[in-house]
């Protein structure tokens, strides 16, 4: 990177930032989450809105066509491993196998019900392929309807931060249950590339994606922790604490991230699990590091992850209301009905169930993630892509407001833990 362009860098990240911090806490006068702010800052940067009405500062900010540059978007990718693991030391699994009937039936009607309409509503409505078709409609209504499967664990973390959410029981298993659907929503996701890719069957590609999960979980969950505890009583005789603490824990992660992006696997999953993995180890000697590591990734990386959401797609160009309209209603109703319904038979009051329902409605920039790798490979068309993009952004920016909503009716009672207790986030 060449002066120039590190000037342009400093640039985007500055006005990301401030345009950040200025719509969060708007948002937050106005009485709703911040990252709602921070979603639409990306909208408001992005081609939609500067670059269609202020082209020349659009092409100031952003000269080489690249809304998000290869530079920002590794920065913004680090950024929310360190996020993303702060987020797994939040949860306590030992409240979420309390409430695991609640887990375990959200997590499957979560699943079953936005896939299950998902996959009808093409082959009611095989006109929302568009054309050409370059692949059958079997593939795109299973991607289709894997797509409304997925949630965005990051902006869910988020508003459940915000709302001051996180340690309640509609916390705990809104946060339990949505690693559960994303693994499967990618597993699938996995097994339908493989298929485009390759000769092999959903099936069997989708076995395969399952046993890497399965396997690289094993080895986070418990592997991790036996390691630990021997390099906790290391560290102080070779290195000088907390900072010999802290980088070990950021090689770690980035160890596990590289080994899962090597996998196939998400790499913001193996660090929330690394997360989990090393909660009592924090508990006991590095809570407040905990602390700095979470205020730094909050105030700087996550509001840079939640601005670049808005920033990759102009919502003018290839928008079909009709494909906007249906996409957004379907992944709405499946996921708020199967996923509540499945906390209210776990044993949630009605309201709370709902407020799961709409937390885990919540798609983001996983979302986006997953349709930009579809459109790359010709799975689905521009229609489609801003359709689910549209869907993303706006059943995060819907979640926020009706969970406060539903939950300021029925406070729920904060389940405090030992870290929780001393000074974690809320």
Not at 67 to 90: R, T, Y
Not at 210 to 222: E, T
Not at 263 to 273: E, I, K, Q, V
Not at 315 to 330: M, Y
Request: proline fraction near 4%.
């Amino acid at each position: 990177m060449n002066d120039l362009n590190l000037v342009i860098f400093f640039h985007q990240i500055a006005v990301m930032l401030g345009v950040a911090l200025l719509l969060g806490q708007v948002m937050r006068h106005l009485g709703q989450a911040a990252v709602l702010g921070e979603l639409i800052g990306g909208v408001v940067l992005g081609p939609t809105l500067l670059g269609t009405f202020f082209p020349e500062a659009y092409q100031w900010l952003f000269p080489k066509g690249e809304v998000v540059s290869a530079e920002l978007n590794s920065l913004i990718q680090l950024g929310m491993l360190l996020f993303m693991f702060v987020a797994g030391l939040e949860v306590d699994v030992s409240h979420a196998w309390e409430k695991r009937k609640a887990v375990i039936l959200t997590s499957l009607f979560g699943v079953l019900v936005p896939f299950g309409l998902g996959v009808g509503s093409i082959f009611a409505m095989p006109d929302l392929q568009g054309e050409p078709r370059a692949v059958s409609i079997w593939i795109f209504a299973i991607f289709f309807g894997t797509a409304l499967s997925i949630s965005a664990l990051p902006v869910i973390l988020r508003t459940l931060m915000d709302l001051d959410l996180l340690r309640t029981e509609i916390g705990i298993v809104i946060m339990s249950a949505a690693p559960v659907s994303d693994l499967i929503g990618w597993t699938l996701f996995a097994g339908i590339i493989h298929v485009v890719t390759t000769t092999g069957s959903v099936g069997a590609s989708c076995a395969l994606s399952f046993l890497k999960v399965i396997i690289l979980s094993a080895v986070i969950v418990f592997g991790l922790p036996m390691i630990s505890r021997r390099l906790l009583r290391s560290i102080p005789n070779f290195f000088t604490w907390p900072n010999g603490f802290i980088s070990m824990i950021i090689l770690t992660v980035l160890i596990v991230a590289g080994l899962a992006e090597w996998l196939g696997l998400h790499p913001f999953f193996s660090a929330f699990l690394v997360g989990i993995a090393l909660r009592e180890h924090f508990l006991q000697r590095g809570n407040h590091i905990r602390e700095i590591l979470y205020q730094f990734a909050l105030s700087f990386f996550t509001p840079l992850y939640f601005v670049s959401i808005g920033l990759r797609a102009n919502f003018i160009e290839s928008f079909d209301f009709k494909l906007v309209s249906v996409v957004f209603l379907i992944a709405c109703l499946g996921k708020v009905i199967g996923a509540g319904t499945g906390a209210f038979w776990g044993g949630m009051s009605p309201r709370r169930a709902l407020c799961v329902g709409f937390g885990l409605n919540a798609r983001g920039a996983m979302e986006i993630v997953l349709a930009s790798v579809a459109l790359d490979m010709k799975l689905i068309d521009h229609r489609v892509f801003v359709a689910l993009f549209i869907m993303a952004l706006l059943t995060s920016m819907l979640s926020g407001p009706v969970i406060k909503k539903l939950s300021s009716a029925e406070p729920a009672a904060r389940i405090d833990t030992d870290s929780a207790k001393e000074s974690g986030p809320g």
